[in-house]
Nanobody, 126 residues
Framework: VQLQAFGGGLVQAGGSLRLSCATSGRSYSGYGMGWFRQAPGKEREFVAVIMWSAGGAYYADSVKGRFTISRDMAKNTVYLQMNSLKSEDTAIYYC????????????????????WGQGTLVTVSS
């Protein structure tokens, strides 16, 4: 599985960005596709996950109501729409695939994800 994240940039507080995660063409049935972020000096944290087949989505409390994760199965792409951005959203954002999710349901720990894309930097200026 190959993942490539892009779409980061500099945005003012209150603004919006959409991140994309392009994946290699294959079946992702049973996978969880997630977004994580890592701010300077902090540990990588869960942001959102979507179940590739069922489409159910889950969010960290810190982004709930502001961020939306989605996927385009025809394009094998996962998106993260980020609205009402805050300075504390500044981080490198990573997309990742949890190939072992299966019937367990979505998982939220970075060590449970086995494929990662390179990060894309999001900087929110206040």
């Amino acid at each position: 599985v190959q993942l490539q994240a892009f779409g980061g940039g500099l945005v003012q507080a209150g603004g919006s960005l959409r991140l994309s995660c392009a994946t290699s063409g294959r079946s992702y049935s049973g996978y969880g596709m997630g977004w994580f972020r890592q701010a300077p000096g902090k540990e990588r944290e869960f942001v959102a996950v979507i179940m590739w087949s069922a489409g159910g989505a889950y969010y960290a409390d810190s982004v709930k109501g502001r961020f939306t994760i989605s996927r385009d199965m025809a394009k094998n792409t996962v998106y993260l729409q980020m609205n009402s951005l805050k300075s504390e959203d500044t981080a490198i954002y990573y997309c990742a695939a949890d190939t072992g999710m299966g019937a367990r349901g979505p998982r939220f720990n970075s060590y449970e994800y086995d494929y990662w894309g390179q990060g894309t930097l999001v900087t929110v200026s206040s």
